[in-house]
């Protein structure tokens, strides 16, 4: 039996942006399936979240007034994600709202291997927002109620920013594919009243841009975002202030924009 209330799965839901998407969309009355992943890989170099994190997103949702079915699990397993949707589909009976969100950034990689942070990145970012999608689009569409899929990319999914480092390649390139992924999507589902979007900030201000690892890297690679300044005074970015964009794009609001590659970013882009 499927309820009347809005339902969203959201990937990296453990903190930062994913964690902001959550609470802002239960705000909403929109409840959340959310998931991350339960350990570190190797080749980022700074601490994934823990499940820790996951619990105080779910208490942060349901002081929200939403329910939240919080779950481990790793974007590059589909057949997680797939037996997660399930579970959350016979807890909540329905899905609306996609959010691929779950990424990861090494600056200054501690694996030495190229190829194997290429692919760890390539993996996480633009293999894992594929299986995301793949997963869970069937119950979007079984719902008959159109939806919407939104692809967390960034300004390095518009623009090249240099920084020379494979990990920064990858990143990019990863960004990038998940507008070719998201235009396809968008015309394809379309049909079903599926709008897809992805969504492309600045500099958030969360763990994967602590200062721990940016500032060395920015030290070694000064020509990283040379181009790349704000056209706002204060171009740093509040978890809060990206989820906003969401909240409005997922939204009756914005029930005709689809194909869009929104960016959050104070102007960066520009
Ligand atoms: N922070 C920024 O400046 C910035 C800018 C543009 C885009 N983004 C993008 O925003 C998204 C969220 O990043 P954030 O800034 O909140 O960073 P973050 O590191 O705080 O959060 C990312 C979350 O994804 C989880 N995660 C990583 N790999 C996973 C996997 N394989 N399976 C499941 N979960 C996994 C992490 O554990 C973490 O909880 C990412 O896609 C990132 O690329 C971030």
């Excluded at 409840?31 to 170099?45: K, L, P, R, T």
């Amino acid at each position: 039996m499927s309820g009347s209330r809005r339902v969203a799965f959201v990937t990296g839901a453990g903190r930062g942006l994913g964690r902001a998407l959550c609470v802002r969309l239960a705000e909403d009355g929109i409840d959340i399936m959310g998931v991350d992943i339960d350990e570190q890989i190797a080749s980022v170099d700074y601490a994934l979240s823990t499940p820790a994190d996951l619990e105080e997103t779910a208490r942060l949702v349901r002081a929200a007034g939403a329910a939240m079915l919080a779950r481990r699990a790793d974007v590059r397993d589909s057949a997680r994600l797939a037996a997660v949707v399930d579970e959350g589909l016979d807890a909540f009976g329905r899905l609306d709202i996609v959010c691929a969100n779950a990424g990861i950034s090494p600056w200054t990689s501690p694996v030495d291997d190229p190829e194997t942070v290429w692919r760890d990145v390539i993996d996480v970012n633009l293999t894992g927002a594929w299986n995301t999608v793949r997963e869970a689009t069937p119950a979007l569409v079984a719902g008959g109620r159109g939806g919407s899929i939104v692809f967390t990319s960034s300004v390095a999914g518009l623009r090249g920013l240099g920084g020379g480092t494979v990990a920064f390649n990858a990143y990019t390139a990863s960004k990038h594919g998940l507008v070719g992924l998201m235009r396809t999507l968008a015309r394809d589902l379309g049909r079903e009243n599926i709008r897809v979007n992805s969504i492309h900030p600045g500099g958030i201000d969360t763990t994967m841009m602590g200062a721990e690892q940016v500032v060395p890297f920015m030290t070694a690679h000064p020509h990283f975002g040379e181009t790349a300044s704000p056209a706002l005074p204060d171009g740093r970015l509040d978890p809060r202030e990206v989820a906003q964009a969401v909240a409005w794009l997922v939204s009756d609001a914005a029930s005709k924009i689809t194909g869009v590659t929104l960016p959050v970013d104070a102007g960066v882009a520009l």
